[in-house]
């Protein structure tokens, strides 16, 4: 009498020719591998200068309490140049002003800081225009009938010949200068214009969109792979004794 025995397994020598199969998988170009390596860090490297150029002046503000101020004109040379960017302390006590220190000032009549050097500080009269003869007058004390006194600056640029035109009011300087950052300047003015914007933005982004694109690509067109357990490896023999 016969019996029918189902039995599954592996065919013989199955497991062998799938391990030298997995051998035989090709190996990834060097260039596929290099390539994302360098898209990484160009990213970096644009993302990075750029997160450093609002960073940077953000940290002195909150952080140490000062201000960079950009300098466009070479006025104060050889002390710092166009280009340079100082560090500026705000004057909460104007009795610490001294001559020799670099002060940075809004000047009469105009809103551009001038960034110069204290020659001498002195007291002059406070003037206001008489309605009547529309000439400028001294204000004078009522209690003493003497003219009203306000501390002034004389400045000068150490690259200019000359003194400043007008004297300084106290109320008109906004700190003082205490260190020159060489180079500072000129880079982070380039970074916040729209060609710095654009040259360290617009390369990562175009990296990234990329990069994306060759995923979603790559995707489509990479093969389904088989369950484990699935294809000719495994099979069902019917034996019939």
């Given at each position: 009498?016969?019996?029918?025995?189902?039995?599954?397994?592996?065919?013989?020598?199955?497991?062998?020719?799938?391990?030298?199969?997995?051998?035989?998988?090709?190996?990834?170009?060097?260039?596929?591998?290099?390539?994302?390596?360098?898209?990484?860090?160009?990213?970096?490297?644009?993302?990075?200068?750029?997160?450093?150029?609002?960073?940077?002046?953000?940290?002195?503000?909150?952080?140490?309490?000062?201000?960079?101020?950009?300098?466009?004109?070479?006025?104060?040379?050889?002390?710092?140049?166009?280009?340079?960017?100082?560090?500026?302390?705000?004057?909460?006590?104007?009795?610490?002003?001294?001559?020799?220190?670099?002060?940075?000032?809004?000047?009469?009549?105009?809103?551009?800081?001038?960034?110069?050097?204290?020659?001498?500080?002195?007291?002059?009269?406070?003037?206001?225009?008489?309605?009547?003869?529309?000439?400028?007058?001294?204000?004078?004390?009522?209690?003493?009938?003497q003219p009203i006194?306000?501390?002034?600056?004389?400045?000068?640029?150490?690259?200019?010949?000359?003194?400043?035109?007008?004297?300084?009011?106290?109320?008109r300087v906004r700190?003082?200068?205490?260190?020159?950052?060489?180079?500072?300047?000129?880079?982070?003015?380039?970074?916040h214009s729209r060609?710095?914007?654009?040259?360290?933005?617009?390369?990562?982004?175009?990296?990234?969109?990329?990069?994306?694109?060759?995923?979603?690509?790559?995707?489509?067109?990479?093969?389904?792979?088989?369950?484990?357990?699935?294809?000719?490896?495994?099979?069902?023999?019917?034996?019939?004794?």
């Open positions: 009498m016969s019996a029918l025995t189902l039995r599954t397994g592996a065919l013989p020598g199955a497991g062998l020719r799938a391990r030298a199969a997995a051998r035989r998988l090709p190996r990834p170009p060097r260039g596929r591998l290099l390539l994302p390596a360098l898209a990484w860090a160009l990213v970096a490297l644009c993302a990075g200068a750029y997160a450093a150029s609002v960073a940077v002046p953000l940290w002195y503000q909150h952080v140490r309490e000062q201000r960079l101020l950009i300098v466009t004109s070479g006025s104060m040379a050889p002390s710092f140049e166009a280009g340079d960017a100082v560090v500026l302390q705000e004057v909460d006590d104007p009795s610490r002003l001294r001559a020799g220190q670099v002060v940075s000032f809004w000047p009469q009549g105009s809103d551009d800081l001038v960034t110069h050097r204290i020659e001498k500080l002195l007291l002059l009269p406070v003037y206001e225009q008489d309605t009547a003869s529309g000439s400028m007058v001294p204000v004078l004390d009522p209690s003493t009938s006194t306000r501390q002034h600056l004389l400045t000068r640029g150490d690259a200019n010949p000359a003194r400043d035109a007008d004297a300084v009011p106290l109320s700190g003082v200068v205490l260190g020159v950052h060489p180079g500072w300047g000129a880079a982070l003015d380039w970074a060609a710095g914007r654009l040259t360290l933005l617009g390369p990562p982004l175009a990296v990234l969109a990329a990069m994306e694109l060759a995923s979603m690509t790559g995707a489509r067109r990479r093969p389904a792979v088989e369950a484990p357990g699935a294809g000719p490896g495994v099979s069902d023999a019917l034996l019939l004794d």
